[in-house]
């Protein structure tokens, strides 16, 4: 296998993660988002917003978003699904996906109408190998076994789906773990996942410390299996791969070259994917340019809808872009 610390990663392609609502149904032992399962009054995007504001991204260079949250599929139905056909709908963004923890694909009608909606891919966040571990871990009375019965009906609904796996002590440690939940995921029609650990900040530094877990151990449980190959996409990010599923390593084991994450040597805080994020709060909408929250809020900017409606938001987005690539 390639030594990985020597792999060199072209810059990720510029993503806007939009955070549709900071409401969650879980009480994951990994989530650092401080609003997780609080209800909060937030500001909602128009149809008309949105997609002036996904035209904006697009000039901007910018030509993948991914709808997150909280658990965006706790939103209501109607508006989701108007957030989703609207994005679609802006010519040039490349790719839209949902991330989510998966509890509302256990309903067929609901699956069906994700995809009538023209969402053609979603994300979702499995931290254990069992039903009672998957239960402990998230809060839940959700077993594992029906997660991965409503990821099939997704599939099966026309949804292509990828599983990401946090690592951590009370979940997920193990590569031994690792191929359970990659077994049953493919059994349930996955073919794309990924592992990665923690993020850290300087709020849950204690917590982060507790449940650290080191990909790279489960990138050595890949790399000395005979079931698993290693392989490289054609810009060189490795994966591994038995032939049904593709494994990828986190990025954070490859060279990154965004100026901001080497400048201020985030790799701690961060799984290595970089991008922005439109986040709601009680005024508005903000645009910070990366996952971290700092302190002297520099990352930050405000979202003022006048501009984005007067089509005046390409200024804001340099500063955006340039935060972490200088240019």
């Known amino acids: 296998m390639n ?81 989703i056909e609207a994005i679609n709908q802006v010519e040039g963004i490349n790719k839209l996906w949902i991330t989510t923890n998966g509890s509302k694909l256990c309903r067929p009608d609901f699956c069906r109408s994700l995809a009538n909606a023209s969402l053609k891919e ?29 990821i099939a009906t997704a ?21 031994e773990q690792m191929e359970i939940l ?12 990924f592992y990665f650990r923690l993020h850290n900040s300087e709020k849950i530094e204690e917590r982060y410390n507790r449940l650290f877990v080191n990909p790279a151990d489960i990138t050595e449980g890949f790399k000395h ?16 791969t038995n032939g049904i599923m593709q494994v990828n390593v986190p990025r954070e084991q490859i060279r990154l070259i965004t100026k901001n994450c080497q400048s201020r040597n ?11 994020y439109c986040v709601p709060d009680r005024t508005g909408w903000i ?21 984005l409606e007067r089509g005046q938001l390409q200024e804001l987005l340099r500063k955006v872009w340039r935060y972490a690539y200088g240019g």
């Open 266 to 276: 985030c790799g701690m805080f961060c799984q290595g994917i970089y991008s922005a």
């Open 155 to 175: 599939i099966h609904s026309g949804i292509t789906v990828r599983v990401h796996v946090p690592l951590s002590p009370p979940g997920i440690h193990s590569f």
């Open 3 to 83: 030594n990985l610390s020597n792999t060199i990663y072209h810059p990720p392609a510029r993503l806007m993660r939009i955070e549709l609502s900071p409401v969650c149904n879980y009480r994951c032992h990994f989530c650092c988002w401080q609003n997780s399962g609080i209800s909060s009054s937030y500001s909602r995007f128009t149809r008309n917003q949105i997609m002036m504001f996904c035209r904006e991204l697009v000039k901007s260079g910018c030509l993948n978003v991914n709808i997150t949250g909280g658990e965006p599929l706790l939103l209501p139905q109607d508006y989701l699904f108007e957030m």
């Open 182 to 193: 990659l077994d049953k995921a493919m059994a349930a029609g996955v073919t794309e996942a």
């Open 122 to 150: 979603a994300v979702v966040s499995i931290a254990a190998e069992t039903d009672e571990s998957y239960r402990s871990y998230t809060g839940s009375t959700l077993k594992l076994s029906e997660l991965l019965q409503g």
């Open 287 to 307: 645009i910070r340019a990366c996952h971290r929250i700092f302190a002297d809020k520099n990352n930050e900017y405000p979202l003022d809808m006048e501009l």
């Open 225 to 240: 299996s005979s079931r698993w190959k290693y392989r490289e996409t054609g810009s060189g990010r490795p994966f591994y």
